[in-house]
């Protein structure tokens, strides 16, 4: 018999009990529609969580402080250090009960950009305002987010503040539009914004900036107010204006720009590398790579459930096609006297098996995908509205079709033992009568 | 003289071990000529289902060996044996053995499918059976809406659709009405007479197996030499 023959009665053999196999493939498709529907969960979410990534930083950036003393809660209390309180951070006092952590000098900035993988080190300059005005309008507090090369906002309007302009750019936070009484979003691009801000000595400045664009709130949206580097330069001159020399040139951190084309290994060297010579550097990927492992454990516990679902199913084809094969005895008893070889028997059963399996997961998988993204779709604009660009289901053809094959794969192993019985039959017993 | 379709050398089949076995053949040499019609005859239970499936390579001897066209039949394996049931054999049982739900035509074909010919070439040899059996008008219809009659020359149609050197038919008229089994009888003797299908054929129909050009007459799993047997109970008379 020909392979297309064989699939072709296959098919056709799967038809001939309509009922059961329509039961059976009602199995699998709730084994199918539940994997889909967590599969799209996850997808969903981690991309969502990869859009917000790029908001945070671009992943060729490492952030790079002294390793913390060692504080650990078992250690006990920590020793004070006069130098480290004072220096950590521009407003100068240390959060109660956080450990300190020495400054990065100006010496160390040195040392880290001589290791070898750093493209180029900058120090991470932390800029607070008091307060931001439109025009005569009310001021707001507002909270400017660190400059991290790369960095790029999710856009409402305007355009990503310059990296290289020499003027002072900003995007606003998409919540400030309406308060600083703009129409729109469009409407607040171009129009000057001033940052009010207090100096080591208790001196106030006022710093002029052009609002070149609106950021969309996100799961990064705390990150405030993304300034450009000129803006970031002058905001932090300011802010160390009549500070004692030794405090101007120390940082909270480093930024460290590498290749992340080089590979994990290469990635991994420089951060020993910069363990060795006493740094803690951590990657926007070490960030966020925390909160996908708890999302992927989830969703992966969630999958376990649907597979459990299929395996029960493919317990339903065993079921099914042990009956089909004990009604088609003569039958197969039959084709074997007529020369039909144990391997095509088996090939017949296995592949209708695969078929049931095949039509329960197009059915399973297409019911969860349109649910899926119905579902995605109403609560992105109620209960997500807030967080624009989250779509709680998200389908990768990949991941679909992967799917689908697994479902396929478990039929076919499911099929294996009504379709090895059958292939055992020995004709003469199938087609004795008296 | 040429070789024999099939012949068999002191054929011997038992089943089951020990204490249970059963000799259900016991020794048995004859041959199948090209192009003859050759009746097994013998009682319920004598033996010779299990002689016609060793004939047929279904089953393998205890004892004894089978030749197909002079050569020992055990040594086709796997797929020399499968092309040897698919292409020498055609066979019609007691019982019909259609698949209901399928159509006449799907049914015809079985064994051109199993032997791998494509798709137009199955369909033009079905009709061209089917047409033999004056069955064309149905080739469309379920198999399990014939009548009895039908039915049987419909597996007579599946049986002679690959051209078969030798149709088995076992018991073919045993399910059937006298007047719709001597039409099948002639149907048979017809395909044998002009088309030169040897044809073996199983019965405990006497008028059957007087029709054929031999006989051989199983008993208790032996042969037995019906002949010699007359001769001796026509000498005891005379004597
Ligand atoms: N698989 C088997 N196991 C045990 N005994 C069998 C088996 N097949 C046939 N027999 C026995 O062998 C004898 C011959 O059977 P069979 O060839 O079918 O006879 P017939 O076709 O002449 O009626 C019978 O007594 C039957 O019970
Ligand atoms: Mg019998």
């Given at each position: 018999?020909?392979?297309?023959?064989?699939?072709?009665?296959?098919?056709?053999?799967?038809?001939?009990?309509?009922?059961?196999?329509?039961?059976?493939?009602?199995a699998i498709f709730i084994g199918g529609f539940t994997l889909t529907i967590t599969t799209g969960l996850g997808t969903g979410i981690n991309q969502y969580i990869d859009q917000t990534v790029a908001g945070i930083g671009a992943e060729d950036v490492m952030t790079v402080t002294h390793e913390q003393a060692d504080a650990g809660l078992d250690s006990g209390p920590t020793e004070y250090d006069p130098d480290a309180v004072e220096l950590n951070g521009p407003g100068g006092a240390t959060a109660p009960g956080r450990s300190a952590i020495d400054p990065i000098t100006a010496d160390d900035l040195d040392m880290i950009a001589g290791i070898d993988g750093v493209e180029s080190v900058e120090p991470s300059k932390r800029v607070s305002v008091d307060y931001a005005?439109?025009?005569?309008?009310t001021p707001y507090t507002m909270s400017v987010g660190t400059f991290v090369p790369g960095m790029e906002v999710e856009l409402a309007a305007g355009s990503q503040p310059d990296l290289d302009a020499t003027a002072n750019e900003i995007a606003i936070p998409v919540d400030y539009v309406e308060a600083f009484g703009f129409d729109s979003d469009a409407d607040a691009v171009g129009a000057t914004i001033e940052l009010g801000l207090t100096d080591a000595v208790g001196g106030t400045h006022v710093v002029d900036a052009e609002i070149v664009g609106v950021s969309e709130a996100g799961l990064a949206g705390s990150l405030g107010a993304s300034p450009n580097p000129a803006l970031t330069d002058a905001l932090y001159e300011a802010q160390q204006t009549?500070?004692?020399a030794a405090q101007a040139e120390r940082y909270g951190s480093a930024i460290v720009r590498f290749d992340p084309a080089a590979g994990d290994d290469a990635t991994q060297a420089l951060k020993d590398d910069l363990a060795d010579a006493g740094f803690a550097a951590t990657t926007v990927e070490d960030q966020i790579g925390a909160f996908k492992t708890v999302i992927d454990a989830i969703v992966l516990v969630l999958n376990a459930f649907a597979v459990i679902a299929l395996v029960a199913a493919g317990f339903g084809i065993v079921n099914t096609l042990l009956m089909s094969v004990q009604e088609r005895t003569r039958e197969i008893g039959l084709m074997k006297a007529m020369g039909m070889s144990s391997g095509k028997v088996?090939?017949?059963?296995?592949?209708?098996?695969?078929?049931?399996?095949?039509?329960?997961?197009?059915?399973?998988?297409?019911?969860?995908?349109?649910?899926g993204l119905g579902l995605g779709n109403v609560l992105a604009t109620t209960l997500f509205a807030d967080l624009p660009g989250l779509m709680l289901f998200a389908y990768e053809p990949l991941g679909v079709l992967s799917i689908v094959l697994l479902i396929m794969a478990i039929a076919f192993l499911a099929g294996t033992i009504p379709a090895a019985r059958a292939a055992r039959q020995d004709p003469i017993e199938s087609l004795r009568y008296e | 003289m040429t070789t024999p379709v099939l012949q068999v050398e002191d054929l011997r089949k038992s089943y089951g071990r020990g204490a249970t076995r059963f000799d259900a053949l016991k020794g048995v040499s004859f041959e199948v000529r090209q192009g003859e019609s050759l009746a097994i005859v013998g009682k319920s239970g004598s033996g010779k289902s299990t002689l016609m499936h060793l004939l047929a390579l279904l089953d393998r001897p205890t004892e004894g060996r089978v030749l197909l066209h002079g050569e020992p039949a055990e040594r086709l394996q796997g797929a020399a044996l499968n092309r040897a049931r698919n292409k020498t054999f055609g066979f019609v049982f007691q019982q019909f053995f259609l698949t209901p739900g399928q159509s006449v035509l799907e049914n015809v074909i079985l064994p051109l499918k199993i032997a791998g010919v494509g798709r137009a070439e199955r369909k033009r040899r079905g009709?061209?059976?089917?047409?033999?059996?004056?069955?064309?008008?149905?080739?469309?219809?379920?198999?399990?809406?014939?009548?009895?009659?039908?039915?049987?020359?419909?597996?007579?149609?599946?049986?002679?659709?690959?051209?078969?050197?030798?149709?088995f038919a076992d018991e073919p008229t045993g399910n059937l009405d006298s007047a719709t089994g001597s039409s099948v009888e002639e149907i048979l003797f017809r395909l044998n007479r002009e088309q030169g299908i040897t044809l073996v054929v199983v019965t405990h129909d006497e008028d059957?197996?007087?029709?054929?050009?031999?006989?051989?007459?199983?008993?208790?799993?032996?042969?037995?030499?019906?002949?010699?047997?007359?001769?001796?109970?026509?000498?005891e008379a005379a004597a």
């Open positions: 018999m020909k392979t297309a023959d064989v699939l072709g009665t296959a098919v056709g053999n799967t038809f001939r009990s309509r009922t059961r196999t329509i039961l059976t493939i009602l005005q439109v025009g005569d309008g009549g500070a004692p088996f090939g017949l059963f296995s592949t209708e098996a695969t078929f049931i399996g095949l039509l329960g997961a197009a059915v399973g998988v297409g019911a969860g995908m349109a649910v | 009709m061209a059976a089917l047409a033999q059996l004056d069955l064309a008008d149905k080739a469309k219809n379920k198999a399990s809406d014939l009548s009895g009659g039908q039915k049987q020359r419909v597996v007579i149609a599946r049986a002679l659709v690959n051209d078969p050197a030798l149709i059957l197996a007087a029709r054929c050009d031999r006989r051989i007459t199983v008993r208790d799993g032996l042969l037995v030499d019906v002949d010699a047997e007359a001769d001796a109970e026509l000498g």
